[in-house]
């Protein structure tokens, strides 16, 4: 195991960062969409957003990568590589993020929404101001641990053609006939990108926790 | 509270209820309720739990929905239109029995939110406000804290300068003092009878009859549903009519 090999992992921990903040950023944003839906008022929205979030809960996101860059170039859409796995991700993680933040938004005492009600404050503001703050607390650690299942699920982007640090491991394991030592440093590099999420996100519990005691 | 100062005034409805009927699936929970609150009136509300107490005033400013009747509310008919909503949940402040204060906010953000965000009121008219109803329910030096560092009595006294902050025309109290230690059940009520004294017109569901016979113009009793009798506190007390109210009075009272 040399230089080269080191940093041919190097590169593919880098691709593996830029496909979790697809993940993160694609399935945040639309995953706040998601909870929304679900909770809203509104049946058929909160049903269909239902029904979303069973499908890909519900499918394995090996097959659902391979849908969206196989399956859609077969009916004519053909996208490239980023652009599949964006929306793969995006779609996925919508769906798991948007189910706990649902979750947790209902974990919001009905008096709260109620008060925010009376005081004839509407629904944006009920939301930004009073619900999502304290659902977002309740949510961090199904959060946190979302996260970390998505860093290590990017390794299912190699299907599609990315050599992210999964699948870097698995190369360079083949030319070097050391899985052992290969996949030791891939589980540490893996390591250091989870870790320090689960950190932050203890970190982050206990400063909001702090001012409700 | 400039608005609220003048003395009632007999013919001015600030609430009227007129054949209300509510439902929770097939439980009758309000029976063609009526009525009216004169501007400037204080009405307590009482009845055995599950009466529809808590149900009609929830009413008012459309916590709940009915399924008949009509409820006009300072001249603005409740419909299903929002905004009909909003401008009757404007004018008309609600203290609840369990506070509901924000708990990630602090007392003085707790009580410039709804003025900032709803009135419009920029950040600097908001807390002076805020400043000015927090010391009157007495708990200005507070303003900085967070509700859980507070007693029950001072976090409902917060939530009564909340609600005031957006200077209703008429408050409506949901048993405020049902979920406090009884050392902190005078603390609100003095800060209630304070506000009636200045004549804010109050719609209170509470148990504390001392406080109904002291600031009450009507005591309204209810059961099942019903409204079954209303009568001055005086009348209520001395000679209640219905026999139901009579059992509930005698069973309220032994315990005092």
């Known amino acids: 195991m040399g230089i080269p090999e080191l940093l041919f992992l190097l590169q593919g921990l880098k691709w593996t960062l830029a496909l979790s903040a697809i993940g993160f950023l694609g399935g945040g944003i639309a995953g706040l969409l998601v909870a929304l839906a679900r909770t809203s008022e509104r049946t058929a929205l909160a049903r ?39 929306i793969g991700f995006t779609l996925n993680a919508s769906a798991f993020l948007g189910d706990i933040w649902r979750g947790s938004i209902e974990a919001v005492p009905r008096g709260q929404v109620e008060a925010a009600r009376a005081l004839s404050l509407g629904y944006a503001s009920r939301m930004v101001d009073i619900v999502l703050p304290q659902a977002f607390r309740i949510s961090l650690p199904a959060t946190v641990g979302y996260l970390v299942q998505l860093i290590k699920g990017t390794s299912l982007a190699s299907i599609v053609g990315f050599t992210e640090l999964a699948r870097a491991g698995a190369i360079v394991s083949n030319q070097i006939f050391k899985p052992l030592v290969v996949f030791g440093i891939v589980g540490a590099m893996y390591f250091a990108l989870c870790f320090p999420l689960s950190l932050v996100g203890s970190w982050l519990e206990r400063r909001l926790a702090a001012p409700t005691r | 509270m400039s608005a609220s100062l003048s ?56 916590l709940e929905t009915v399924q008949q009747g009509r409820i006009v509310v300072d001249g603005i008919a409740l419909d299903d239109s929002a905004q009909a909503v909003d401008a009757v949940r404007r004018e008309v402040g609600m ?29 600097a008219e908001a807390e002076a406000t805020a ?48 979920a406090l230690d009884p050392e902190m059940v005078k603390e609100v009520l003095d800060t209630m009878i304070g506000l009636a004294r200045d004549g804010m017109t109050m719609v209170c569901v509470t148990h504390e009859m001392g406080f109904a016979r002291q600031v009450a113009d009507r005591v309204i009793f209810m059961a099942e549903g019903e409204i079954l009798e209303e009568a001055t506190p005086d009348a209520f007390f001395r000679t209640p009519r219905h026999p139901r109210a009579r059992a509930f009075l005698g069973e309220i009272l032994a315990h005092h």
């Not at chain 2, 409805?13 to 009927?21: E, F, K, P, Y």
């Not at chain 2, 309720?33 to 008012?60: A, F, H, N, Y």
């Not at chain 2, 303003?143 to 976090?155: F, V």
Request: with cysteine; glycine share 8%.
């Open chain 1, 48 to 86: 269909g957003t239902a029904a979303y979030i069973a499908l890909f809960q519900g499918t394995p996101l090996l097959m659902q990568l391979f849908v969206t860059y196989y399956g859609l170039a077969l009916v004519g859409l053909q996208l490239d590589p980023w652009q599949a796995v964006a």
């Open chain 2, 7 to 62: 003395p009632p005034d007999p013919g001015d409805a600030l609430i009227s209820m007129t054949g209300v009927d509510k439902w929770y699936g097939s439980f009758h929970a309000l029976k063609s309720v009526d009525l009216q609150v004169r501007r400037g009136e204080k009405i307590v509300l009482c009845g055995p739990s599950g009466s529809g107490k808590s149900t009609l005033i929830r009413c008012i400013n459309r």
């Open chain 2, 131 to 178: 400043r000015t109803y927090l010391d009157r329910v007495r708990i200005g030096e507070q303003a900085g804290k967070y509700p859980a560092q507070l007693s029950g009595g001072q976090q409902q006294r917060v939530a009564i300068a909340r609600a005031l902050c957006m200077e209703p025309k008429v408050m409506l109290f949901d048993e405020p003092t049902s």
């Open chain 2, 95 to 123: 203290v609840f029995q369990s506070f509901n204060l924000f708990p990630h906010k602090t007392v003085l953000e707790n009580c410039i939110l709804a003025p900032m965000r709803v009135r419009k009121a920029s950040r």
